[in-house]
């Protein structure tokens, strides 16, 4: 349920109102915007009628949310959740934030060299991957703990954020350091991890699930924010469809639809939605066109021999060249890299 107050409510009015909605055994969010105040109600509001609250003078209006996601619904919190990581800011409007580097971390040299070329093209993120979900239980699996310790030496030596997948619950304390954690598609559903990032003070990227709906999406994000951290950003990266040209099928309507939805930043990653380098620029620029947040991509500095994902991955030749193009796209409106 949420309430939505009056301009001007005077503070100890507010603390009042809430104090006594606590008092009903209900969680109590608050949300400040320029106009009004929403107040949106967690628990059991089967017992309340909306109406009840218009006998306040300060209150405007009053009524249930019909989305299970309370958290993550728009009416929930009506202003657009900006996520600031150093000096950078995801879904603030205003700018298209550029998230790049390896499939997987392999060497330090590897590291070095990609995350020097992708700043240098205004990648403000450091991806990469140091655990590696793979669907053969033969193909690499990744550094771990060291690829990991990898990645901090990148991002001392170029002060990009990191960006890497977290696994498994007993892997959390190794990534004290990381920036941005990342949920994969495998584990949109890992409701147990999801409940324990929901404890960390960090920004988590949440991707969706390979069948996924968006609903079920949702629910994933509304895990993490129902634990407490409402830091969250939610990443397309492809689903799974009858066709196989592709290796996923991204779909692009699912971001104009998070932005109505929604107050959560989006990102598309459009490497893993089609698994060539040849479609990854066109993806990116239809990605920008509908408004998403940021990109994801994979960029590598010798694809042909990377332990995991060459084929999608672009050089840092290719990626400086898809930034130039990408940052003509978000002029068109109004926004920059």
């Known amino acids: 349920m949420i309430v939505v107050l009056k301009e001007n409510v005077a503070e100890e ?9 606590k008092s009903r055994n209900l969680d109590v969010h608050v949300s400040r915007g320029k106009s009004a105040t929403v107040l949106g109600l ?3 509001t089967s017992k309340i009628e909306p109406e009840e609250f218009l006998a306040y003078d300060f209150v405007e209006s009053a009524q249930r949310v019909k989305a299970p996601y309370k958290q993550a619904s728009r009416s929930f919190h009506p202003a657009d959740t900006v996520i600031c990581v150093g000096s950078s800011k995801i879904g603030d409007g205003k700018t298209v934030s550029l998230m790049a580097g390896p499939c997987s971390v392999e060497n330090e040299a590897q ?17 990469g991957g140091a655990f590696k979900p793979r669907t053969s239980p033969y193909s690499f699996q990744g550094l ?7 990645l901090k030496i990148a991002k001392k030596e170029t002060g990009l954020p990191i960006v890497t997948e977290l696994m498994a619950i007993n892997q959390i304390p190794l990534f004290d350091d990381v920036d941005i954690i990342q949920i994969g598609a495998r584990n949109m559903q890992n409701f147990d991890l999801l409940k324990e990032v929901g404890k ?3 920004p988590i990227l949440l991707k969706r699930g390979l069948s996924a709906t968006v609903k079920e999406f949702l629910m994933s994000a509304e895990y993490i924010m129902a634990s407490g951290n409402e830091r969250v950003i939610l990443c397309e990266r492809g689903i799974r469809t009858f066709d196989s040209y592709t290796r996923n099928c991204l779909d692009l309507s699912i971001v104009p639809f998070l932005k109505k939805e929604t107050h959560l930043p989006v990102i598309i990653d459009p490497s893993h939605a089609c698994g060539i380098r040849s479609l990854v620029p066109p993806l990116a620029k239809a990605a920008v066109a509908v408004g998403a947040d940021g990109l994801i991509i994979e960029v590598h500095n010798n694809p042909e021999r990377a332990l995991c994902d060459g084929e999608q991955s672009l050089t840092p030749a290719q990626f ?3 930034s130039t193009i990408l940052g003509k796209y978000a002029a068109v409106e109004g926004r920059t890299l």
Do not use: P, T
């Open 13 to 21: 009015k507010l603390s009042g109102f809430v104090d006594s909605l």
């Open 42 to 44: 967690i628990g059991d």
């Open 111 to 127: 590291i070095l060299e990609v995350a020097r070329a992708v700043k240098q093209s205004g990648a403000r993120f450091l991806r």
């Open 144 to 150: 771990g703990a060291e690829g990991l310790e990898l």
């Open 200 to 202: 960390l003070n960090k």
């Open 320 to 322: 400086a060249d898809l």
